[in-house]
C-alpha cells in the first residue's frame, strides 16, 4: 500500500483494528448460535459481547509468542471476557475466523468499488451527453479515419464501465461466502447452523462446501475481475493522454492555479494524473496473477495464499479505488476545446470523407477495385500536401471520377452531418431513451 | 498450437477455412440486409449467397500483394460472384466482418468448453457419489489433519467446476456480440439494422456501440475466465499428483497396459497426465495478461491486439478444452485405493481425534488453555513416535486429563463416524437431493 | 506458432525432424564416449552412427502406443540399427537427451536472436548517423520539452538494444548447459566423462549438478530475458507509431505502391507494422511467467515444465526473431520528415526555450521561485494562443523580465544550435569514436 | 509493504527520509561540480552542504499545494539554505534527482540482496556438507526413483542460488548508473562533467544515453531478476514443505516450544515458514510484469513508471529480502530425519534398483525390450504390494532373469553404495576442492 494513492474509507477496511473487530464479530455471532443450539451456556455467549474487547498490541506481543494469529486473539479476548471466554471458537478453526473475515472485507471494498463506478458513471454520462454533439475525429491506427462525436467517444467508455460494473457485482457475489466449517470442512465438531446463523448476520451466503478454508477460485474470480476494470481505466487515460499531446490538444486534464508541470520547463502542462493512471492499472494488472496461482492449495489447504492476500486484498482494492475516483476527477474536470477538435477535423483537406466517395463510385457502376483506385490516387495527394490540398477540389479535377459523378454529387459526400445521423440511436442504446 | 494438445473439433474452428467461412457468412447476411432495405440489388445479394466461394491459398496469394486480409478475401470472392460482388462489404469496415467473426468463434468454443465442463462435472459427480463415504484423512498444509471422506474431496471440485460452468456461460455472454457499425462506429454508411440482421443470423447480441472494433474488455473478461478455469484444473491434478505420491498412493492415474513410465526405470508408474495438466494450466493463465494488456486501444482502434488474439484465441481455447477432456478422463479413470485411504489414516496413532479431546476437556470444564497443553504434550509424543504409540492409550494414562475425563469417555471421542455425520448435508448443497 | 508470425530458420530449430536429429546427436555421442570407456563394444558405437535413422510418423505411432517418446524414438531407431542398438541409451534418463536437446535448441535460437540483434542494431546506426543533427522536438508526457535530434532518439535505441545483446549472451550461456547423469543426476549407472564429451560435441557447458533435469532457473531467466528484449521492441515501435500520428507525422513505416491501408477508407497509411509489434511484444512477454513458474518442480522432476516449453520454446524465439526482424525493416526503410520535424519544434511559439530564459534569470539575479512564475505567466499565454504568440516577443514586453534580462539577452535564449552541442558527446558514448 | 514480512535494514531504504536524503546529496554534489566548472559560485555549494536541511512533512505540505515532489523538496532546502539556493538544480531536470536516487537505492538493496544470498549459501552448503553422504530416496514425479543424498539436494540449491548471485550482481550493474543531462538528455543546460561528478560520489556509473529519464530496460531486468530469485526461492520452500508431508517426514521446520501449529489440533505441526515463502515468491513474480510494462514509455518519458515504482521498488526488495533471510533460518534450523530417509528408501521392497537389474540383463545380452518387460512384470507386483514383496526375490524366481542372470548377480545389482560413487564429484563441482 502506498499512501499517496490510499483513500481512508477504503483503507479502513484493511487495518488490524477492522479485522479484529470482524474477527470478534464472527466469534460472538457464532457463540449466540452455539448457545441457541445448547453447545455452550447463553450466559457466556452473552458474556462475549457485553465483556469482550482487544488491543492490537496485546494480540501482536502474544502473537510473537505463540506464533499464531488466531490463538493470539482469542487469549487476548479472553483476558477481558474470563471464564466464559472457553465456549468461543468451540469447534472451529482458524481458517473459519479468517476467510469468513476476507469476505467480509471484500464484500465492503466491493460496495466502495461499485460506488465509485457509479460516481464515474455519472461523471462520464454527464460529460457524454454535454458533447453528444461535438464532432471530432475518429482515429484508427492514430491516423484520422472519419468522424465521430466526443459524446461518442465517452458513451463508449460509459459502456464499457457499465459492463464492469456488472462484472463486479458477480465478483463480489462470488466471494461473499461464510464458512463455518470446523478444521478439514466436515462439520464434525460445529453444527452447520452455526454457520448459517454467522453468515446470515454478516450479510453473506453460506460457502456450499469448504475444506479447511473457502475454495480461492473465488477470489481469483475477483482480483481477475479487478484486473479487467483496471484495464478499462487505462483504455480511458489513455485517450485523455492522447488527446492532450501538443500537437493534438483536443482535451485537457485541469490544471490548478498552484500547480507547476515541471520544474524545469515552466511552460508545461502535462497530463500526469492519467500517466498515473496508467501506472496503476499495471499495478492492479499484476496482482491477477499471483491471485489465479493461490487457486491450486495443497489438499485441504496450505497457507502458501495467506501472505499473499496480505498484499493484494489491501493493495488490488485501495489502489482501483483509488484510481476510479481519481478517473472520476479527471473526466469530471475535463478540459475540453470543440474548437480545435474543428480544427484537426478539417486539416487533412477532406480526406475524411474519403470512403463516403468511394462508396458513391461503386453505386455509379464502378466496380469497388477501381473506385478503390480512384479515390486512393487522390486522397495520396492530398495526404501528402499535409492538408493544403482539398480532396474534394482534386475529385472535381479527375475525369475518371467525374465520368461517373457530377461536382454536385461528389460536394454531397463531404457533409459533416452524415457522419452524425445515428448518434441519437447509440445514445438510446447506452443511455436508454 | 502444440498438436499434441489439441482435439479437432475446438481445432476446426480457428482453421483459415472456418474463418473464411464464417467471414462470407457475415458479408453475404448483411447483404441481404442490405437488399432488404433497398440499398443494393436484392439479385446481387441472390447471386453472392449462390455463386459466392473461395480458397485459401489464393486469398493468401492475394494478401501477400494487396497486405490487407479481408480486401484480399472479398477479391477472391469477387472472382467467383463477378459484378454483383462489388455491392458486398457496402458501408463495413474490415473490422465488421473480423470482429463479428472472432465473436462467432468463441461462441463455439465457448459451447464446447461448457460441453466438457459438463463431461468433467459428469465424471467428478459419478465418482463422487461412488466415494461418498470412502473415509480417508483431510490434510493442511500437508500435515494430517482429520478425516474427510474421497467424496467430499470430489464433491468441493464439483462445486469449483460448477461456478466455472457459471462464469464461462457469463463470459460467452460478453464476448457474443456483433458489430456492424462502420469505420469508427458510426453507421455513417451503413443502417443499423444491418447489424441486427446479421447478429440474429449469426447467433450474436447486437454490440450497443462499438468504435471501429467491438471493446476489448468483453475479450479480456473471457481469457481471464479460462485462467481462472485452468487454475482450477490445476488444483484437482495436483490433488491427484499428492495421492499419487510413492509415500501416499491414495489413488493413481490410469496406467494401461502397453505403457512405460520411465525409459530407464521399469518399476515407475507416474502421474505424467495430471503434471502434464499443471503445465497446460500455467499456459492458459500466461494468456491472460496479453489480454488484459489489449484493452487500451489507441482512440477508435489500433490492430495491436490483432496479433495477440491470433494467437491467444485458438492457444487458450484448444489448450483449455484439451485439458479439460483430459482432466475427465483422469477422473473417469482414477484408480482409487480405500485400503490404503484408511491405512493412511490409521498411521498417526489417533492424533487426527486431537481436536475432539480437546474439545471435550473444554467442555468438562479444563479452560482452553489447559487443555490445549493436555492434549498437546501427549500429541507431541505419538508425533515423533510415528504412529507407534496411541494417543487414546497415553490420554488414557495422564492423569490431569483422566482428571477430567473417564477412560470411557477419552475413548468415546477416538470414533471416525463422528467425522462423517454431515456427509449428506454437504452433498445435498453441492449435488442438490 | 503463428505461421505469419514465423521465419523459417528459426522454425527449422523446432520442427520434429531437428528434435529428433540432435536427440540421434546426443545418444550416438554418447555411445562413443560409453565405447571409448570400455562400457559398450566400439563396433557398436560405430553401427550406430552408420545405420542409425529415424521417421517422424514411425515414432509417433511408436509413442502413441508406448505412450513415451524417447522410447519410442530409441526403438525406432533401433528398427534401422539392429542388434547393436541395445547399447544406446545405457544409463542415461529420458531427460539426459530432452533437455541436452533443449539447450542445444536454445543455443541455436539465441544465435539467430544474436544476428537478428545485430542487423537491428546496425539498421539503427545506419539511421542515427544519417539523422545525427535532424533537429526534432523532445517531449515528455506527450508535450513538447526541449529540441533533441532524431539522431539521439536512435541512439538511445541503439545503447538500449546493444543492452539487450550482452543480456542475450549472458542468457545463452546460462541455458546452454548438457546433463548425462542419469535417474537422478547421480551418475550412477553412467560416468561423468561421458557427459564431458557430449557437451563438447553439441557446443555446450556441462551442468554441474542436475537432478533429473537441468533446473528450471536457467530457463526462467532465458525467457525472462527475452521477454525484456520484447519490451525494448515495445518501445521503439510505440515511438513509430507516435511519429506517423496524423497530427505529429514526423516519420511514417514504408508504404509500398500495392498496399491497401483500408478497406473502407482509401486514404488511409497506418502504422500497422509496429501496432503489429506491440501486440506481439505482449506474447514474448506474456511466456515470462509461466518459465517462472517452471522452476519449482517437485524433488528430483516433475513432467510440469514439459507441457510449458513445448509452446515457449518455440513460441517465443519464433516470435522474437519475427519481431526483430520485422523492427528492423522498419527503422531500416522508415520515411523521416525533417521538414515536418522542424514545422513541429515551431509550432508553440519558442516555448520550448523557457528554461533557457529561466535559467538566464536566475543567473541574473532573481530568485527561482520568482524566475519560475515570470516566464510561466508568459509562456501560459503563448500556450492557449496555441502558438499564435511568440514567447520571446512577450518576454521582451514584460517589465519585470526586461528589468533582468536585455532584449539582446532574451534574444540569445532562442536559439536551437545551443541543444545540440552536446550531440557529438552522446553519439560518442554510444557508438565509440 | 506488508510490515510482518519486511526487516529494517531494507525498509529504511525506502523511507522518506532516505530519499530525501540522497536527494539532497544529488543536488549538493551536482552544485559542487558546477561550482568546480565556474558556472555557480563556489559559497553557494559550501553554503549547501553547510545549511541544507529538510522536513519530510514540510515537503508534503508544500507538495499539497505544488503538486511536483522536486520542487517542493528544493522550496523547502531553500528555506534552510536562504539565497544561495537558487544555485541548486541549475540546468537539471526533476528526473535527474528522482532517477539517479532509484538507482542509489536499488544498488543499496542489492548490496543487503547479496549478503542475503552469501548468507543462505553459508547455510546451504554447512548442511550440504553434512548430510553429504546421508542417503535419500530421489524421486521424480513425486514417485520413488533411485538413491541420492541429502547433501546432493542441497548442493543442486547451492548451484542455483550461486547462479542468481551471479544474475543479480549483473542486475545490479544494470541499474547502478546516474543521468543528469537535462530535460530530454542533451545536456542544453548542464555540463556532462556534473554527472559523471555526481555519479562517483554516488557510487555509480553514468548513463551512456538517458532521455529525460533512464531507460526503463534496465530496471525491468532487475525486477525480472528478482523473480527468478523469488521462483528458486520457491523451488527450494516446495522441496521442504514436501518432506514434512505426514507420509514422508524425513525433515521439518524446526519447530519452537512456545509455538502453536492449530487453534484446533494440537497435534499439528506445520511447515507454515515454507509455506509462506510459497506465497511471498508469487508476489515478487507478479511484479515482474509491470516493471516490464513500464520499458515502452512515450517519446523521451513519461511518468506511468513512477507510480509502478513507488509500490514495487520497495515491494519486490523487501519482500524478497525478508523471503531469503526466512529461507536461511529454515534450512540452517531444518530438523533432518536420517533414519527416516532410510526407512522411506527401503519401503519400495528393492524397487529403487530396477534399472540396475535392466542394464545388467543387457549387459548380459538382453534385448533392451525384452529386459525391460522382464523387469517390468516383477517390479509391478512389489509395486502392488506396497513393498510387501521384495524385487530381488521375484527376480531370482524368476526362470527367464535367471537365464541371463545368476542370483549373485542379480544380489549385486541391489547395492547403495553404488549410487553414491560419484558424490564427491560433484560435490568438487559445486563446492570447489
Known amino acids: 500500500m502506498v499512501p499517496r494513492y490510499a483513500r481512508p474509507a477504503m483503507s479502513d477496511i484493511w487495518t488490524p483494528e477492522s479485522r479484529f473487530r470482524i474477527w470478534f464479530e464472527i466469534e460472538a455471532h457464532a457463540t449466540d448460535a452455539l448457545a441457541e443450539l445448547g453447545v455452550v451456556p447463553k450466559e457466556a455467549a452473552k458474556a462475549i459481547w457485553e465483556k469482550g474487547a482487544f488491543e492490537v498490541e496485546r494480540i501482536d506481543a502474544i502473537e510473537a509468542e505463540v506464533k499464531h494469529d488466531v490463538i493470539a486473539f482469542l487469549t487476548n479476548v479472553a483476558e477481558h471476557v474470563g471464564e466464559p471466554a472457553r465456549f468461543m471458537h468451540q469447534g472451529m478453526t482458524s481458517s473459519d475466523v479468517l476467510d469468513t473475515c476476507l469476505a467480509v472485507q471484500l464484500a465492503r471494498a466491493s460496495d466502495i468499488l461499485l460506488d465509485d463506478l457509479d460516481k464515474l458513471l455519472e461523471a462520464i454520462k454527464r460529460r457524454a451527453l454535454e458533447h453528444k454533439l461535438t464532432p471530432t475525429i475518429g482515429r484508427s491506427h492514430g491516423i484520422h479515419a472519419e468522424p465521430v462525436t466526443f459524446g461518442l467517444k465517452l458513451a463508449q467508455a460509459y459502456a464499457e464501465f457499465d459492463r464492469n460494473r456488472a462484472r463486479l457485482k458477480a465478483a463480489r457475489a462470488d ?93 508545461k502542462r502535462n497530463p500526469v494524473l492519467t500517466e498515473n493512471l496508467t501506472g496503476l492499472a499495471r499495478m492492479v494488472r499484476g496482482y491477477v496473477t499471483p491471485a489465479l496461482e493461490n487457486v491450486a492449495l495443497w489438499h485441504e489447504r496450505d497457507i502458501s495464499h495467506s501472505s ?70 487522390n486522397a495520396m495527394k492530398v495526404w501528402e500536401s499535409d492538408g493544403a490540398l482539398s480532396l474534394m477540389e482534386l475529385l472535381k479535377a479527375d475525369p475518371d471520377v467525374t465520368a461517373a459523378l457530377s461536382p454536385q454529387e461528389i460536394e454531397a459526400r463531404f457533409d459533416l452531418d452524415y457522419h452524425l445521423k445515428h448518434v441519437d440511436t447509440i445514445f438510446a442504446r447506452v443511455f436508454g431513451d
Open 175 to 267: 466471494v461473499a461466502t461464510c464458512a463455518i466449517s470446523g478444521a478439514v470442512g466436515t462439520f464434525a465438531n460445529i453444527d452447520p447452523r452455526v454457520e448459517a446463523h454467522v453468515a446470515e448476520k454478516m450479510g453473506l451466503t453460506t460457502e456450499p462446501v469448504s475444506t479447511q478454508v473457502i475454495p480461492r477460485d473465488r477470489h481469483a474470480m475477483f482480483f481477475a475481475t479487478l484486473g479487467v476494470i483496471a484495464s478499462s481505466i487505462e483504455r480511458l487515460a489513455t485517450e485523455v493522454r492522447h488527446l492532450q499531446r501538443t500537437e493534438v490538444l483536443e482535451a485537457e486534464e485541469y490544471f490548478s492555479p498552484g500547480q507547476k508541470g515541471s520544474s524545469a520547463m515552466p511552460h
Open 308 to 377: 499473499v492476500e496480505r498484499f493484494i486484498g489491501p493493495d488490488a482494492t485501495i489502489t482501483l479505488d483509488f484510481a476510479l475516483a481519481r478517473l472520476t476527477s479527471v473526466i469530471d474536470k475535463l478540459v475540453v476545446y470543440p474548437a480545435r477538435m474543428q480544427k484537426n477535423l478539417d486539416r487533412m483537406g477532406g480526406l475524411v470523407h474519403s470512403q463516403r466517395v468511394l462508396l458513391a463510385l461503386t453505386q455509379a457502376g464502378v466496380s469497388r477495385e477501381d473506385a478503390y483506385r480512384l479515390v486512393q490516387r
